[in-house]
């Protein structure tokens, strides 16, 4: 037993040395850079996004999503009402949502089926859930659909005017 003892005493010894050395060696580094470099760090993008009018409620049938592009011509995308109030739906019914239809995994167009309100990949079959904000349901994107943020004026005009997530292939939403 006490040949047990003196070996876990050496370890304990050999653990606390070498914690030792880490530390005073981490603390070498972070002292070893300057504070000009740190302040240099990038501050974060801002992005400013454009009003675009996408449609007017009156020319939307429940489940029959309408192609848009936004923030530009080269980011596809649909305006759809879904006939069903969720979060971040406008309208009189809450339930006028815009999605990019650019798969977040490697870019191939979405399909929508009316069945689930879902937007759909034929390349790796990924699942995006449109009653939820693009919520991914399955597949082999790593990243929710980019949602289109809308704005509906008292004429019924819908304006996309932002983008939450990011849009497949950009490192900024607006280019
Ligand atoms: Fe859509 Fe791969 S491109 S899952």
Not at 42 to 70: D, H, W
């Amino acid at each position: 037993m006490a040949e047990c003892d003196k070996l876990a005493e050496s370890g304990r010894r050999f653990f606390l040395s070498r914690g030792a050395v880490a530390a005073v060696g981490a603390a070498a580094v972070a002292g070893a850079i300057p504070a000009s470099e740190a302040e240099a760090a990038p501050a974060p993008a801002r992005i400013t996004y454009p009003v675009a009018r996408v449609a007017n409620v009156g020319e939307l049938k429940p489940n029959e999503p309408v192609p848009i592009s936004y923030p530009d011509p080269d980011s596809p995308g649909v305006v759809m009402k879904l006939g069903t109030r969720v979060a971040g739906g406008v309208g009189p019914d809450g339930d006028i949502v815009a999605f990019s239809t650019m798969c977040p995994h490697k870019g191939f167009p979405l399909f929508f089926r009316a069945d689930d309100r879902s937007l759909n990949c034929p390349g790796h079959y990924s699942r995006f859930d449109c009653e939820k904000g693009g919520l991914q349901i399955w597949g082999q994107a790593t990243a929710n659909l980019a949602q289109f943020r809308l704005a509906i004026a008292a004429n019924g005009d819908i304006s996309a005017i932002g983008v939450d997530e990011l849009i497949y292939g950009r490192i900024s939403n607006v280019l």
